[in-house]
């Protein structure tokens, strides 16, 4: 009778705390999807295999009609790495593969050799650490160096077809992920005779319109997509609750091969391998977020709670805003409400768009320390989320986001967070006295490392160049440009063309120098663009 009494007593405390859990968030995702203008997403929040809070907004139709549900299929982007990481394992699972081999085992047919060299190995392309020197010391995110894992899987399903390229990567997402789990609203190549019953499933896609300053539907044609290893997949939020649930069962990969993916890959990294991994408070928390041109998308499993949060989105505000290419979860203020209320169990929100004292003096109440650090991100990721849809039109957005950012300056000066890569773009492009002062603080504390980041050496020194500090500037500029080491990164190539003009007239023989490996490394990549032009343009002046 006791032990019986003792669990009544305990479900009650759960079923009151997800209660509160789910209030506050509720009213956290209807605060941020205004902030950031968001047309539409689907959001779920699912403990196991159940859907315990489901939110949506906007329609999955063009004439505004039907409602997007959980069973609606959005493009995923870059989730899909996460699945690639599963499938991975698996096949070095059964002796297929290892994540050890290096690049040169298999064949290559679609990519620039020069983009490797002989050490780099599968792990290193699918932990982004193989643009460091040395490979595999420092994590930069590259989506699209990710795909040249494709070449294993062509090596293990040898097939030729010209009309569906991806197959070998395709084929085994579907014979190991998606057929098991009976994940049938999700989309690797879409054909009418395979999936043309799912059409009327797909949500349409919504871009910003800047002639009318609003978001417009457009209807989305699956036919013929493809995805490769880095991104293309579409799904449901119903169906990412199932492959979430799966992994926490070890139905398709056992516990020992997901914790090698969703360990850091060196100590200190945001990535394990095709997982992002974090923690808050010694509870784990491993994600996987999307990026596309008209999508946002948002998995995070909390493995401890057997939790999981998903949202996905038919335009790209929040990834957009968020920057969580850095490895930052929590600069995602949905991410981080979720954190607050389902993690940490602290369901009292911050309203960020009141007044400096009111947001100060809530950000000082008394509460549990890492409380305040998830707030402190949470009201940060506000300032890019009015940032942002400030940029869209919004009116007031921009003051109201200056206004955060000034208090949290003038308040929190010495938090960690102004060590954020995020901290820095968003800085560098700010054109506020006030903030770009403050910039020079945080280069100062970036400068003592020592280290040398492709985004925080290239915004310190756009920093530096506005505050007028152009020897200062150079000095990171040169040191970002020099080597070889992250020669994919736009941000190492903006800084070469930042030196090569600065040399054009007081150096001609190193800004020629420059300019040809900025050339060398645009063909890499096949990236003939404005930049390339201007490159080729400069060195014939330089003869």
């Not at 315990?52 to 609606?72: L, Q």
């Not at 990519?111 to 190995?121: I, M, P, S, V």
């Not at 460091?132 to 989506?143: E, L």
């Not at 709670?305 to 850095?326: C, D, E, K, Q, Y």
Request: proline residues 5%; contains cysteine; glycine residues 6%.
């Amino acid at each position: 009778m006791k032990y019986t009494l003792a669990l009544l007593l305990l479900f009650c405390f759960f079923q009151k705390s997800w209660s509160q859990a789910r209030g506050g968030f509720e009213k956290d995702v209807e605060r941020y999807a205004r902030m950031l203008g968001l047309p539409a997403y689907a959001l779920g929040v699912a403990e196991g295999d159940r859907i315990v809070f489901f939110k949506s907004a906007g329609y999955a139709d063009s004439a505004g009609k039907v409602a997007i549900t959980k069973d609606h299929i959005f493009e995923i982007a870059s989730v899909t790495k996460s699945l690639t990481a599963i499938a991975l394992q698996q096949l070095e699972q059964a002796g297929k593969l290892s994540l050890n081999d290096p690049v040169d085992k298999y064949p290559n047919r679609y990519f620039t050799k020069e983009r490797w060299n002989a050490q780099t190995t599968l792990a290193h392309l699918v932990s982004h650490t193989s643009e460091s020197t040395p490979v595999g010391s420092a994590f930069v995110y590259n989506g699209s160096k990710f795909n040249i894992v494709f070449n294993a899987f062509s090596a293990i399903n040898p097939m030729d077809s010209t009309e569906e390229m991806t197959r070998p990567f395709t084929i085994e997402i579907e014979k190991g992920i998606l057929k098991p789990l009976q994940m049938t609203h999700t989309l690797t190549r879409f054909t009418e005779a395979d999936h043309g019953d799912l059409r009327k499933w797909v949500a349409v896609k919504y871009s910003f319109d800047a002639a009318a300053g609003k978001y417009v539907p457009r209807p989305v044609n699956p036919a013929g997509m493809q995805s490769g290893p880095g991104f293309g997949m579409m799904s449901s939020v119903q169906d990412l609750v199932r492959y979430s649930a799966a992994i926490g069962k070890e139905s398709i990969l056992p516990a020992e091969r997901y914790r090698k993916i969703t360990t850091p890959f060196y100590p200190g990294s945001p990535q394990g391998m095709g997982w992002f991994t974090g923690s808050v408070a010694g509870v784990d928390l491993h994600w996987s977020y999307g990026y596309g041109d008209n999508s946002s998308a948002l998995l995070l499993r909390v493995p401890q709670r057997n939790l999981t949060l998903l949202l996905l989105s038919p335009a790209n505000a929040h990834s957009a805003a968020a920057l969580l290419g850095f490895g930052n979860l929590l600069l995602s203020p949905v991410a981080a409400a979720f954190v607050r209320n389902y993690v940490l169990n602290a369901p009292e929100s911050i309203d960020f768009e009141e007044n400096r004292e009111r947001v100060v003096a809530s950000l000082e109440k008394r509460r549990a320390p890492e409380v305040t650090d998830v707030l402190l991100h949470e009201a940060f990721g506000a300032v890019m989320a009015l940032s942002y849809s400030a940029d869209k039109g919004m009116p007031g957005n921009h003051s109201k986001s200056i206004d955060l950012l000034k208090t949290l300056i003038q308040n929190y000066p010495k938090h960690p967070l102004w060590q954020a890569t995020a901290a820095f773009e968003f800085i560098a492009e700010s054109e506020d006295k006030a903030v770009l002062d403050f910039g020079k603080k945080m280069v100062a504390d970036f400068g003592k490392t020592g280290n040398v980041h492709p985004a925080k050496s290239l915004y310190a020194g756009l920093i530096l160049e506005k505050n007028g500090d152009m020897e200062g500037a150079m000095a990171f500029y040169n040191a970002l440009a020099a080597g070889d080491d992250f020669k994919e990164q736009s941000y190492k190539l903006n800084a070469m063309m930042k030196v090569a003009k600065y040399d054009m007239a007081r150096n001609p023989a190193s800004a020629k120098a420059t300019l040809e490996r900025l050339v060398r490394y645009k063909e890499y990549v096949t990236a003939k663009d404005g930049m390339y032009n201007e490159a080729k343009e400069m060195l014939v002046k330089l003869e």
